[in-house]
């Protein structure tokens, strides 16, 4: 159903290297949503973080303090 989408963020260091990978596991509607992650490993600093979806991929900062 081209409607339902599995997300999954992928948190990367500004090397590349993946730090954290948050599946949700279930199927959810286009739209708009949230979802707590817990970033309290990482430490202070500016961090990828990548939405990845089966309709594309989005990348996003992301600033720890």
Sequence with gaps: ???MLL??????DLLGHKL????NGT?????????EID??????GVYLCQFKTSAGM???KLIVK
Excluded: V, W
């Design 1 to 3: 159903n081209k409607l």
């Design 7 to 12: 997300i999954d963020i992928i948190i990367y």
């Design 20 to 23: 954290s990978e948050y599946d």
């Design 27 to 35: 199927i959810q509607p286009k739209g708009n949503h949230s979802m």
């Design 39 to 44: 970033i309290s490993a990482l430490k202070s």
């Design 58 to 60: 989005l990348s996003k």
